[in-house]
């Protein structure tokens, strides 16, 4: 089992409706979690990050984290096309003992206009 | 305030060199990360530095790859003697403490090794 899970892709969604991208993590002890937006040919951009079990709101963007599912979600309400990107999810999480972040491959995102 | 700053950006060598990547922190992180990025294995994390110290050298591939940091703000990664499969895109990232919080990207080094 991958450390940190997502559906490769791609995610089509039209222009306007929500995107909900999943990630499911293996470390029951994992405390951190974040979502990057990586375009194509850049470098992993940091957009939420969610410590506490439930909703983070940001803008168009809501994280939802439930640890006792170890299941972490990233809603993009109102896609618009500069939204089309990789979605990266990544988990702090104990690894040959030290305390590290771990990424998923990503999510494909295409929003289509 | 500046970002990660990262060079050279892009970089062509033939295999058997010397190759050296560059990156300089965010000012008042402590923390910086090496990752690796292949369409074949994603981002994966070479080593990270906690106060100038090596925390996590478990990523690095093979005794070819060295990184430093001689002070506190900047980090060298090495690649000695450079290999067609060491092609890719390399990311320096910073954050302020250790792996709890979030890292930020730099532009990254593309590594071409013919």
């Known amino acids: 089992q991958k450390e940190v899970e997502q559906n490769s892709g791609p995610l089509s969604v039209p222009e306007g409706a929500i995107a909900s991208l999943n990630c499911t993590y293996s470390?029951?002890?994992?405390?951190?979690f974040f979502w990057y937006r990586q375009y194509s040919g850049k470098s992993p951009e940091l957009i939420m990050s969610i410590y506490s079990n439930g909703d983070k709101e940001d803008g168009r963007f809501t994280a939802q984290l439930n640890k006792a599912s170890q299941y972490v979600s990233l809603l993009i309400r109102d896609s618009q096309p500069s939204d089309s990107a990789t979605y990266l999810c990544?988990?702090?999480?104990?690894?040959?003992?030290?305390?590290?972040?771990?990424f998923g491959t990503g999510t494909k995102l295409q929003v289509i206009p | 305030d500046a970002g990660v700053i990262q060079s050279p950006r892009h970089e062509v060598t033939e295999m058997g060199q010397e190759v050296t990547l560059r990156c300089k922190l965010i000012s008042g992180h402590n923390s910086l990360f090496w990752y690796r990025q292949t369409m074949m294995r994603g981002l994966e994390l070479l080593i990270y530095?906690?106060?100038?110290?090596?925390?996590?050298d478990s990523g690095m591939p093979e005794d070819r790859f060295s990184a430093k940091m001689p002070n506190a703000s900047f980090s060298t990664l090495k690649i000695q003697p450079s290999e067609p499969r060491d092609s890719a895109v390399y990311f320096c990232a910073s954050s302020r403490d250790g792996n709890s919080y979030e890292q930020y990207f730099g532009p990254g080094t593309r590594l071409t090794v013919t």
């Open positions: 990544a988990v702090n999480m104990n690894s040959g003992g030290y305390q590290k972040v771990t």
């Open positions: 530095f906690n106060n100038n110290v090596p925390i996590d």
């Open positions: 470390d029951r002890v994992s405390q951190s």
